[in-house]
């Protein structure tokens, strides 16, 4: 069985030939490098590419740039002013020091911008899934409709306005919706056949349950309907504790959720999802990546691993890491170890 079929088995509640080991993405490895290629063959990756612009604002909207010093200042000169964002990079990281909305008044500046829907570019998807043929399962990144308000306002605006503005957060999250059901349309026209969707996390981690049955819930739920009628697969991505959550995201019909973290970066207990929503979603990941991947000896992963694939079961399960592409050499060959253990299991007691 190759890696692509032994996934979608996976996902589709059958019986793969072995229990699927996912690495997300190939981590820091030259992709081109020998190291790459024996990941690619021995375990069963994800890749995760992009396929265009920008759904929520469009091609229309163009912001001009201007660098100082270490800050990359983005404004867009709507008809009803400026919204203005300022992103610093440092030699360690960078992050938004800015965001382009601040009062309610600037979401009219941003609803008065010419709109025109986003490019669609599936350069990179083609490529990837040319590349990696039947040995890996390619997927779509896709924000979800939530990530208007959660990205163009603070983290901490995004909450408040949750508490002072939630007509306007739901009418910021429909129209972006909107925008972005039709963007998926189209994909689905040109082929693309699986997505990863992001942003629930912006509600479950930050606004709790009202926020994500107000801002996630019914338009997640038309965004996997648009996908599955075009027989397409939603995968799902929610970081953080989610297993009060996990039937909130069964509901919203999704093909598989990853990374379902583990104790003490989240609060899942495999065993348990699995009893919660196994028969409904394909649970993928309960490792962590930097922390146990990257950083353990191969033969206590091995063990970790050994672990989730007894509580977890044989059937709807995809053991992976915390879906972070971050792993160094060292965590790939522990992938591969954790796939050579799965096949040894799958040898002694049989599919």
């Avoid at 049955?213 to 009628?229: G, K, M, Q, R, Y």
């Avoid at 939603?234 to 959550?245: D, E, L, P, Q, T």
């Avoid at 065993?271 to 196994?278: K, L, P, S």
Wanted: proline residues 7%; negative net charge; glycine residues 10%.
């Amino acid at each position: 069985m190759t890696s692509r079929k032994r996934i979608l088995e996976a996902i589709r509640h059958g019986t793969p030939d072995r229990i699927p080991v996912s690495p997300f993405g190939l981590g820091a490895l030259d992709p081109d490098g020998a190291m790459a290629r024996e990941l690619i063959e021995k375990t069963d990756p994800f890749i995760s590419v992009g396929v265009g612009g920008n759904p929520f604002v469009g091609s229309a909207a163009v912001p001009r740039v201007i660098q100082e010093a270490d800050t990359r200042i983005s404004i867009y000169d709507t008809p009803k002013g400026e919204l203005v964002t300022r992103f610093r990079r440092t030699d360690v990281t960078g992050a938004t020091v800015e965001y382009p909305m601040k009062s309610p008044e600037d979401v009219e500046k941003f609803l008065s911008m010419p709109f025109e829907p986003a490019n669609v570019d599936l350069t990179g998807y083609k490529e990837w899934s040319d590349r990696v043929g039947e040995e890996a399962f390619v997927l779509a990144d896709l924000p979800d409709a939530i990530c208007l308000p959660a990205t163009w306002l603070s983290p901490q605006d995004f909450c408040t306005w949750w508490a002072d503005y939630p007509d306007l957060m739901r009418k910021l999250t429909s129209i972006a919706a909107s925008r972005l059901n039709e963007f998926v349309h189209r994909l689905c026209r040109e082929g693309v056949g699986a997505f990863r969707i992001i942003g629930g996390e912006y509600a479950s981690v930050q606004l709790g349950p009202s926020g994500f049955d107000a801002l996630v819930t019914p338009f997640d739920t038309e965004l996997v309907d648009i996908i599955h009628s075009y027989g397409g697969i939603a995968y799902y991505h929610n970081h953080g504790s989610v297993m009060r959550f996990l039937d909130r995201l069964a509901d919203l019909g999704i093909d598989a959720l990853d990374p379902l973290e583990a104790p003490p970066w989240g609060d899942v207990d495999i065993g348990e999802a699995t009893r919660q929503i196994g028969d409904r979603v394909c649970l993928v990941g309960n490792l962590d990546d930097m922390e146990i991947i990257d950083a353990l000896p191969t033969e206590r992963v091995v063990a970790i691993a050994e672990q989730r694939v007894a509580a977890a079961g044989g059937s709807g399960f995809i053991l992976g890491g915390t879906a972070s592409g971050t792993y160094t050499e060292r965590g790939a060959r522990n992938f591969i170890a954790m796939a050579e253990m799965v096949r040894g299991r799958m040898r002694t007691d049989g599919p």
